[in-house]
């Protein structure tokens, strides 16, 4: 699995519409134009298999009795069935759902693990979601994205909870699982499988988020907002204590590989397929020599494993490998060519190393330390 994630489309339009507000007319407008039939080509063309596809429940569904909005469905459909015309499959995932969001979990409890109203709200969604497209071969459906229980065994019920209730109505589809604590990959000690063989266990991976995530302006902590190169030691003030997890300290693709450890044994424990959904740097924090090695480090340390990838994210929302209209993004020169493409990020997700290549980048090659 070689993918992209097409959010912005069907999610966290609030989040375009700030980036471009001069550009933004409406929801429908909107997701008529922002990704089509040529974005699809273009995906295809650089040789990845799969588009991770997040819809935020709220654009689907409407009123308090969660009634779907067919302008809307009619659209996800078209995008489904192009996809499949130019032979890429569909993570369908549910971003954000009743009673979770993955950002607020930066801060808040979510209700969807307190609530089970909120919980049978999302079974409604994935009700509908499910007899709609689990009969298509190219989708694979996704429960939640980045669950942010705070009890780790929570969340593993919960799961389980919700696969079953998905298969009532989708007894074929590929359902993919990600891990507590925004997929975060040492949760896998936590996650225990499903009793079903036709899953993909999936994690994301922006670690150090002190490196990825620097100078995010949705992260107001001030050990954010310090410049740090990768590779690179990375300090935070003693006693710091943030619900994201910071992973100070040497920071190489020697640490990757430690980090993915609890994934690595997970995988060859239970004999399961596991993906890296989300991966990315923000393209205004770090500097970009730093930002493009920490990019092939981990995808070169992906292959290494053969651990399949969806990037975040295909276009705009601060990490695209293309930037249309956002004005933060207008001059930066990664992106001053007319179709407004990162050229040098796309070839890194583009090349397949070899087990020679990656060899000879690695002094240990297929060992995790």
Known sequence: MRGVNFGGWFSQVDAIQEKNPLGFIDL?????????????????????????????????????????????????????????AVGLNVILDLHKCPGHDFHD?????????????????????????????????????????????????????????????????????????????????????????????????????????????????????????????????????????????????????ARMRRELEPVLRFRETHQVDIACNEFGVYVGGADRTSQLNWMQDFVLTLQEYGIGFSYWNYKNLDFGLLSVGERLFADYPQYSNPERVDMELTEILRTRSTFSDICTKSSKCGNSD
């Not at 008529?32 to 990845?48: E, M």
């Not at 006693?239 to 992973?247: D, G, V, Y």
């Open 28 to 84: 429908p407008s909107h997701l008529d134009t922002f990704l089509g039939p040529d974005d699809f080509a273009r995906v295809k063309s650089w040789g990845l298999d799969h588009v991770r596809l997040p819809v935020d429940y709220f654009n689907l569904f409407d009123g308090p009795d969660l009634q779907p909005v067919e302008t809307v469905f009619s659209v996800l459909d078209r995008a489904i069935e192009g996809l499949a």
């Open 105 to 253: 979990g930066c801060r808040n409890a979510q209700e969807f693990f307190i609530n089970p109203g909120k919980r049978e709200e999302a079974k409604h969604v994935w009700k509908y979601l499910a007899q709609r497209y689990g009969d298509r071969s190219n989708v694979l459906l996704e429960i939640l994205n980045e669950p942010v229980a705070e009890d780790s065994r929570s969340w593993d019920r919960v799961k389980d909870e919700m696969v079953g209730h998905v298969r009532l109505y989708a007894p074929n589809a590929c359902i993919v699982i990600g891990s507590n604590r925004w997929n975060s990959p040492d949760e896998f000690a936590s996650l225990t499988p499903v009793q079903d063989d036709n899953v993909v266990y999936s994690f994301h991976f922006y670690s150090s988020i002190l490196f990825t995530h620097q100078m995010a302006p949705w992260l107001q902590s001030e050990v954010f907002q310090v410049q740090r190169p990768y590779p690179g030691y990375y300090s935070i003030p003693e006693h710091t204590q943030h619900r994201l997890p910071l992973a100070p300290g040497q920071w190489d693709r």
